[in-house]
């Protein structure tokens, strides 16, 4: 029990590091969506030219 409560209290601190160090980028944090609207738009537009 006091094993898990040190693992828990170890993921709290490092996660409240990573919050107060601010400007950094987290990419396991967030959810990867892919390319955005306007890349599509432009991929798009590039096949029609060539072809």
């Known amino acids: 029990?006091?094993?898990r409560f040190k693992s828990l209290?170890?993921?709290?601190s490092r996660q409240l590091?990573?919050?107060?160090?601010g400007d950094r980028?987290?990419?396991e944090l967030h959810y990867m969506r892919g390319?955005?609207?306007k890349?599509?738009?432009k991929m798009a537009s590039d096949k029609s030219v060539r072809g």
């Open 1 to 3: 029990m006091i094993g």
């Open 9 to 12: 209290f170890a993921h709290w």
């Open 17 to 21: 590091k990573r919050q107060l160090a």
């Open 25 to 27: 980028y987290h990419p």
């Open 35 to 37: 390319p955005g609207p």
């Open 39 to 41: 890349t599509k738009t």
